[in-house]
């Protein structure tokens, strides 16, 4: 789209004013999910009528959610998306996953689960691809570290559990928090995945580390091991 001559008011201009008041008036939850699209891009498209963008972006990858998460390389085969917005979309969703691992760091995991999933369902769960986490707790049951200790294909990550305890152990680590995503959405554990976590466990066991969950996560929820007594 053509940049508009001097003296000329986009037809856009006071769309642009009018989404920014209701934002700062009602919030997030006022706007819906390509209007939130709109108001990230306008910093980086200054010029542009960015609405056919957001409703692209939307349209490509399913939610806003799924847009944030979305690779680079992907993003920008969108038409109108350029370096500007990609960098600008990476930020936000790097600031998103700071804020939620802030709310369980220096708290004892087990007492902020709620948290703990909120954290790990905006890490993980709209990613393209299987990613594999380890919250590294200690005897408090804080978190120490969280890694991401492999990255895969769409539906598997190579995991191997001594080298999982061998960090553990380096961190002094007594317990820890398996979590891992399905991109397909489906958060139900294969017998792969039952078989990983009881490998893991028992590595874990004669060291005096605990495993106190394995989490699955994706689109439509999240498994917990424990819960459907694997563990």
């Known amino acids: 789209?053509?940049?508009?001559?001097?003296?000329?008011?986009?037809?856009?201009?006071?769309?642009?004013?009018?989404?920014?008041l209701r934002f700062e008036t009602g919030?997030?939850?006022?706007?819906?999910?390509?209007?939130l699209l709109e108001l990230m891009l306008f910093r980086a498209l200054p010029r542009?009528?960015?609405?056919?963008?957001?409703?692209?972006?939307?349209?490509?990858?399913?939610?806003?959610?799924?847009?944030?998460?979305?690779?680079?390389?992907?993003?920008?085969e969108v038409e109108g998306v350029g370096e500007g917005v990609v960098h600008d979309f990476?930020?936000?969703?790097?600031?998103?996953?700071?804020?939620?691992?802030?709310?369980?760091?220096?708290k004892q995991a087990l007492a902020s689960w709620?948290?703990?999933?909120?954290?790990c369902r905006t890490a993980m769960a709209f990613a393209e691809r299987e990613e594999f986490r380890i919250l590294f707790l200690d005897k408090r049951n804080a978190l120490i570290a969280d890694e991401v200790q492999g990255v895969g294909t769409i539906d598997h990550t190579p995991v191997y559990p001594r080298e999982v305890i061998r960090r553990a152990l380096e961190l002094g680590s007594t317990a820890l928090v398996l979590v891992h995503n399905h991109p397909s959405g489906?958060?139900?554990?294969?017998?792969?995945?039952?078989?990983?976590?009881?490998?893991?466990?028992?590595?874990?066991?004669p060291m005096g580390i605990a495993i106190h969950d394995h989490l699955i996560v994706g689109k439509a929820g999240h498994s917990s091991l424990k819960a459907m007594k694997f563990i």
């Open 114 to 119: 709620k948290e703990v999933l909120a954290y």
């Open 27 to 35: 919030g997030g939850d006022a706007l819906a999910d390509y209007e």
């Open 186 to 205: 489906d958060p139900t554990p294969s017998q792969a995945d039952i078989k990983l976590t009881l490998d893991i466990i028992a590595i874990a066991k």
């Open 90 to 106: 990476k930020v936000i969703e790097a600031a998103a996953r700071r804020l939620t691992r802030g709310e369980i760091r220096h």
């Open 48 to 76: 542009r009528d960015v609405k056919p963008i957001a409703k692209a972006l939307l349209a490509r990858f399913g939610s806003f959610a799924e847009v944030l998460a979305a690779r680079p390389e992907r993003l920008a």
């Open 1 to 20: 789209m053509n940049e508009a001559s001097p003296g000329d008011k986009p037809h856009y201009h006071g769309h642009r004013a009018r989404l920014r």
